[in-house]
Antibody, heavy 121, light 110 residues
């Protein structure tokens, strides 16, 4: 069974930094692109970004609202993806979900339960 | 890139059918038949219902179906059940390894 487990959420002050982790199991991690998607309270889903694997040179892509502030990385030896968030703003407050797509597919077939990030002073 | 446009809410009675639309543009839905639909219950992780416009993953009920015409995708739920009450989101690959989501539609089962 595919499983994604996020960790690292919490309260951070505006302008601060936080790193989320996503531990994966039950599928071939190196055959997947890993994504982060967030949902602010009462709002819709927002794609944050993705990272591909070694065969794709660990290419990354980001949504416009986080470009330059957020960085996605992965450690294939630990089957873990990361979301480093810098220069956090109040509007970054959201539940952050880790998800994946298998190469050749274009949909997200497994999701974590989410990690809550609150940006507030 | 603006979000895909969905109605904020739809409703239906048990046993009825409802359709949720997802409107995009020629640069997203009009260019790629790669729209997917997700069901999200409060406090739960999203679950994929439909991918590549109209394909259903194994384990997803036949009551869920999808289609696309031009810049618009649609999700139809037939034989509404109480447990279908949830938020529904469309999503599409757009370009340069990027994805986009719709604003979400709240389904109320009356």
């Amino acid at each position: 069974e595919m499983q994604l487990v996020e960790s690292g959420g919490g309260l951070v002050q505006p302008g601060g930094s936080l790193t989320l982790s996503c531990a994966a199991s039950g599928f071939i991690f190196t055959g997947s692109a890993m994504h982060w998607v967030r949902q602010a309270s009462g709002k819709g889903l927002e794609w944050v970004g993705q990272i591909k694997g070694k065969v794709h040179s660990y290419a990354t892509a980001y949504g416009a609202s986080v470009t330059g502030r957020f960085t996605i990385s992965r450690d294939d030896s630990k089957n873990t993806a990361y979301l480093q968030m810098n220069s956090l703003k109040s509007e970054d407050t959201a539940v952050y979900y880790c998800t994946r797509h298998e190469y050749g597919d274009f949909h997200f077939d497994s999701w974590g339960q989410g990690a809550l990030v609150i940006v507030s002073s | 890139q603006p979000a895909l446009t969905q109605p904020a809410s739809v409703s239906g009675s048990p046993g009825q059918s409802i359709t949720i639309s997802c409107n995009g543009s020629t640069s997203d839905l009009g260019s790629y038949n790669l729209v997917s639909w997700y069901q999200k219950h409060p406090g739960k992780a999203p679950k994929v219902l439909i991918f590549e416009g109209g394909k259903r993953p194994s384990g997803v009920s036949y009551r869920f179906s999808g289609s696309r015409s031009g810049n618009t995708a649609s999700l139809t739920i037939s034989g509404l059940q109480a447990d279908d009450e949830a938020d529904y989101f469309c999503s599409s690959y757009i370009y340069s390894n990027s994805w986009i989501f719709g604003g979400g539609t709240k389904l109320t089962v009356l």
